[in-house]
Structures are given as C-alpha cells and as structure tokens.
C-alpha cells in the first residue's frame, strides 16, 4: 500500500478513529471491569470485608454517608486497601502504555522498559537517594527515580548510536545497560545498606505495594492521565511509525520532536512507577500484545486498551500476591514474571517463525 493511500487513511487500523458505539461500549465494559477488580483488591486479605461494607466505607469518606460500621474495617478499607488498589491500577496502565510507545517507536515487539534499561535505571537512582542520601533532601525519591531513568536511556542511546541504531541491536543495549544499573544497585545495596535496609530496598525491587498510600495515590494517578494524554495526542505519528521514520517523516511527522517527546514522557511514567512500587518487569511488554491482539494496531484502540489491560493485570498480580500463600505476601514483581516469562517465550517463538 501506497503512503499516498496511507494519507488519505486508506489502511485498516491505522486511520485515526473516530468514537464509535462499540468503542464506547467496550470503554465502559473494560472500565466496570477495572472497577469490580478493585472492589475484590479492596475486600480481599488476611481480614475479609464484605463488598456491602467496602462500598459503605467508600460512601462514608466520599459522599459523608453516616453508615455504622467497625472501624477498623473502615481503616482497611479507606486508608490501606483501596489507595494500594489505585496505585496498582495508575502502575500497570503506565507501565502497558510505556511499552505500547516503545513497541511502536522501535518498531521492535520486545520493547519494554525493564527491557531497555530504563527501569533499572531509575531503581538504582531511587536506590542512591534511600540509602546514599543523594540530594541531602533536595532530591525526592521520585526525582532520584527520574535521574537515573534519563541516564540509563541516554547510556542505551549512546551505545546504540556507537553500534548502529537498529532496532534489535537497540534492545541488546538495553540488556547491557540493564544489567549494569543492576549492578551497581547492588554493588550500592551490598556496600552501604545495613541488613534491614537490605532487606527492605531487595524487597521493594521486586515490586512492594505495602508502602503506598494516598500521597502515592495523588502523584500515580496524574502522571498515568498525563501519560495516556500525550499518547492519544501522537496517534498518528505511532501509526506512522509502524512504516518506519522515513515514511512518517514523509507524511508531515516531526520524527525528532515526536522521538523526543514520548520517551521523555516514557522515562517519567517509569521513574514515577519505580519510586513508588519498585522494579516490575513484563507488564509493559505482554499487555500492549494482548491488547493488540484484542483490538488490532492502531493505537486510537491500542493506548486505552492497553492502559486499561495493564491496569486490571497489575491489580489482579496484587491479589494474587495476597493470597497465594497465607499470611504471606509476595512481591509482585515474582507474579508479573509467572505470566510475563512465559509469555515473554511465545512472542520470541513467533518472532521466530515469521522471521
């Protein structure tokens, strides 16, 4: 097909897309779907709630309702479960789109951050703030996080720019710097942490929830909308990019500006997950091919599908990690990878075979 075609919107999934019906319909499916994992998040763990109490807590904090109930439940519900629930929804819709832009970009299928770097990157700038005290207090841990995922971009950048900026020899730069950034947060964490501090940063790199609260909550929650935003504004240019940037230059795309803007926002959406529930690998890399197996590869349908998958994939990761071995949590980043690495396994095999 023709890019004069493609102009005029002659390709199937990739002309902009207009809000239809079934569109709407599957908004509003994938949303009360979201809604009813949080409900379960939120009424799910060593004590149950009933959902009729969780929705009379809710009541009572948002609407002022007077409903009698034990405080207690009303504590777990408002001030633990449901800003732990938020978080894991704003994480995994974040995470799903950083994935979705970086596929696209790279026009490369196993394009993730923790793939290329950039999550590791920002553990191991949001590690020298906790336990190096960088910054003397100037320096959050959300900007530590930041820091270090524009670094391990640029080092990615770099390296690739010295090898040749192919799509494939991008990824194998991502490994290298991954795994360097891994190092030395752990070179960091063996030489200065004492042994509680090790053991809490170790269980934070895996993927805690246990820590957030509704600070959490106000910070996750606009830098996914933000996210999404930005994302849905660059439609076009992601379709594009499917053709290469030659041929999204030649459509009118500004390629640098649009290359520039996204991982910018890419690199933010990873520093602010990782300062908040650490290191979580897969997500952004099996959820945009679920969602585009669903609703095909233009990104008008991809973005919002991918977003709301990676949500409902996070916070279902979230109950499972409660409850899969009692009065245990697991990190949930060892969740993500049970369904991730397998998934990770299949897409190299059918890379493979259309290769």
């Given at each position: 097909m023709s890019l004069r075609q493609e102009k005029k919107g002659g390709s199937r999934g990739f002309s902009p897309v207009q809000p239809t019906r079934w569109m709407l319909a599957a908004l509003a499916m994938a949303a009360g779907l979201l809604a009813a994992m949080v409900s379960l998040a939120v009424s799910i763990g060593e004590v149950s709630i009933p959902l009729p109490t969780t929705a009379k807590a809710v009541a009572n904090r948002l609407f002022g309702a007077e409903f009698v109930l034990s405080r207690i439940h009303e504590g777990i519900v408002w001030d633990y479960r449901l800003s732990r629930a938020l978080v894991a929804a704003c994480a995994g819709a974040s995470l799903a789109l950083c994935g979705a832009m970086l596929q696209a970009l790279l026009r490369n299928p196993l394009a993730e951050p923790y793939v290329l770097g950039i999550s590791a990157g920002a553990s191991t700038g949001?590690?020298?703030?906790?336990?190096?005290?960088?910054?003397?207090?100037?320096?959050?841990?959300?900007?530590?996080?930041?820091i270090g995922a524009v670094l391990a971009f640029l080092l990615v950048g770099i390296l690739a720019a010295g090898v040749g900026g192919t799509s494939e020899r991008i990824i194998l730069c991502g490994i290298a710097g991954s795994q360097l950034f891994n190092a030395l947060t752990s070179y960091i964490v063996t030489t200065s942490a004492n042994a509680e501090q090790a053991r809490g940063v170790l269980f934070w790199l895996l993927g805690s929830l246990s820590g957030v609260r509704w600070v959490d909550v106000y910070l996750a929650a606009p830098v996914c909308l933000v996210g999404l935003l930005v994302c849905l504004a660059h439609v076009r240019a992601l379709d594009s990019f499917a053709f290469g940037t030659d041929a999204a230059a030649s459509l009118g795309i500004s390629v640098r500006r649009v290359q520039i803007v996204l991982l910018a926002t890419t690199a933010a959406m990873t520093a602010s997950v990782v300062s908040m529930v650490g290191s979580i690998g897969f997500v952004g890399l099996v959820i945009p091919h679920a969602a585009r197996f669903i609703v095909g590869p233009g990104h008008a349908r991809l973005l919002p599908a991918a977003a709301f998958g990676g949500a409902i994939f996070m916070v279902g990761a979230d109950i499972i990690s409660r409850i899969i071995i009692p009065q245990q949590v697991l990190p949930i980043g060892v969740v993500t990878a049970l369904f991730g690495a397998p998934a990770f396994a299949l897409i190299l095999y059918r890379a493979r075979r259309t290769a």
């Amino acid at each position: 097909m023709s890019l004069r075609q493609e102009k005029k919107g002659g390709s199937r999934g990739f002309s902009p897309v207009q809000p239809t019906r079934w569109m709407l319909a599957a908004l509003a499916m994938a949303a009360g779907l979201l809604a009813a994992m949080v409900s379960l998040a939120v009424s799910i763990g060593e004590v149950s709630i009933p959902l009729p109490t969780t929705a009379k807590a809710v009541a009572n904090r948002l609407f002022g309702a007077e409903f009698v109930l034990s405080r207690i439940h009303e504590g777990i519900v408002w001030d633990y479960r449901l800003s732990r629930a938020l978080v894991a929804a704003c994480a995994g819709a974040s995470l799903a789109l950083c994935g979705a832009m970086l596929q696209a970009l790279l026009r490369n299928p196993l394009a993730e951050p923790y793939v290329l770097g950039i999550s590791a990157g920002a553990s191991t700038g949001a590690v020298c703030v906790m336990i190096l005290g960088f910054g003397y207090g100037a320096v959050s841990l959300s900007g530590g996080a930041f820091i270090g995922a524009v670094l391990a971009f640029l080092l990615v950048g770099i390296l690739a720019a010295g090898v040749g900026g192919t799509s494939e020899r991008i990824i194998l730069c991502g490994i290298a710097g991954s795994q360097l950034f891994n190092a030395l947060t752990s070179y960091i964490v063996t030489t200065s942490a004492n042994a509680e501090q090790a053991r809490g940063v170790l269980f934070w790199l895996l993927g805690s929830l246990s820590g957030v609260r509704w600070v959490d909550v106000y910070l996750a929650a606009p830098v996914c909308l933000v996210g999404l935003l930005v994302c849905l504004a660059h439609v076009r240019a992601l379709d594009s990019f499917a053709f290469g940037t030659d041929a999204a230059a030649s459509l009118g795309i500004s390629v640098r500006r649009v290359q520039i803007v996204l991982l910018a926002t890419t690199a933010a959406m990873t520093a602010s997950v990782v300062s908040m529930v650490g290191s979580i690998g897969f997500v952004g890399l099996v959820i945009p091919h679920a969602a585009r197996f669903i609703v095909g590869p233009g990104h008008a349908r991809l973005l919002p599908a991918a977003a709301f998958g990676g949500a409902i994939f996070m916070v279902g990761a979230d109950i499972i990690s409660r409850i899969i071995i009692p009065q245990q949590v697991l990190p949930i980043g060892v969740v993500t990878a049970l369904f991730g690495a397998p998934a990770f396994a299949l897409i190299l095999y059918r890379a493979r075979r259309t290769a």
